[in-house]
């Protein structure tokens, strides 16, 4: 399993939210220098996630972004704010491995077929956030139908990983809820990235067990609650 440090990106800094709620924001400094710490401590992999684009404007961060992109040199996968096929293929264009397709992939699954025959499905990552057994959309203020339905379709539509965040307990720092995550890796069959909850050295090891293809690290990162080397430790 591959662990991936998360580096969100919020009007320049680097931050962690709770709940993905924007007044909830804790910074920790500039993104490069903590995407550089995080691969001083053994990370070969980061997840970037452009929070101003989730907010709504797609450009900010973008100079940034690509910076961290072009010095970092490692394994990428980049959400946030991708509003359009464009707006993903700029990402591919740019280095990212990865585009992380939320809110898009449900208004138009169309679209992973589109960018998974231009650039290979496995640059092509939906993301599955999960509320209450719903897919979240819309900067997680609306639910659109049964979370496993749509990763269905998306895998059917050619994607070729899924990222699957639990909202409900997502910043909280308070473990990982395997029993839906268990469900979705049973019912696709493509990797399945989790993040959400991973708090503690036993939800590494509960998802590496459960099949996860990767762990997101966010929130207990940063607060200390969950060591890196721990987490990276897990997955050997």
């Known amino acids: 399993m591959k662990i991936f440090p998360a580096v969100d990106i919020l009007g320049g800094r680097c931050v962690q939210l709770v709940q993905g ?12 220098s ?3 710490r995080w691969l001083d401590e053994g990370a070969e992999a980061l997840h970037v996630v452009n929070l101003d684009g989730a907010f709504g404007t797609s450009s900010k961060n973008a100079e940034l972004i690509t910076e961290l992109i072009r010095k970092t040199g490692v394994e990428i996968e980049l959400g946030g704010g991708i509003r359009s096929v464009d707006d993903a293929r700029r990402w591919l264009e740019a280095g990212v491995d990865r585009v992380i397709i939320s809110t898009l992939a449900t208004q138009d699954p ?14 092509v990552m939906p993301g599955v956030d999960a509320k209450g057994g719903q897919i979240a959309v819309h900067g ?19 994607a070729g990983s899924l990222l699957y965040t639990n909202v409900d307990v997502e910043g909280l720092q308070q473990g990982v809820r395997f029993e839906p995550v268990k469900r979705l890796i ?17 939800d590494v090891a509960g998802l590496r ?28």
């Open 186 to 202: 049973d019912y696709v069959g493509i990797p399945v990235v989790v993040a959400g909850g991973v708090s503690a050295r036993s």
């Open 110 to 123: 169309e679209c992973i077929r589109t960018l998974s025959q231009e650039f290979g499905s496995e640059r």
């Open 140 to 158: 997680w203020q609306d639910t659109a139908g049964d979370y496993l339905d749509w990763a269905k379709r998306f895998e059917d539509f050619g």
């Open 21 to 32: 709620k924007r007044e909830s924001a804790t910074a920790y400094g500039d993104p490069l």
């Open 209 to 236: 067990d459960a099949g996860a293809f990767g762990a997101v690290l966010g929130s207990a990162l940063y607060s200390g609650k969950i060591r890196l080397k721990e987490a990276l430790e897990e997955c050997l």
């Open 34 to 36: 903590c995407a550089t």
